[in-house]
């Protein structure tokens, strides 16, 4: 399955948007309850999506060994806030898909380089 970067900034801002807490939440009440609502992602790419973000460090998640639909989310971890961060603004974002749609693949981590880049020359930093 391909990661989809959108499904990647989507989640990243459900699960912020979460009440704090060591409290676990299951995806669909996480789609459910935040932007994901209405999103085109179904259930098995926003699982794989969770598992990708965890993999990278950028999430905190259990799988419950049953089906995708119950992985549980925590919360967002220090990287996972710093990448959201610089991908969290529309413009932003928008500039950088539209940058990195020149190539035929792209890293989080360069996503988050690029983002971190137009953030620098939209505030006369580069």
Known sequence: MKLNHDCVRDLLLAIESLPKGTVWYELPYLIENTNLKSKPYS???IAYTATCLTEAGFIITKPNNREPEFYSVQRLTWNGHEFLDNIRDPEIWKQTKSTVSKVAGMS???????AKNILFKHFGLS
Request: without cysteine; hydrophobic residues 60%; aromatic residues 0%.
């Open 108 to 114: 989080l981590v360069m996503l988050g380089d690029v």
């Open 43 to 45: 259930i098995e790419e």
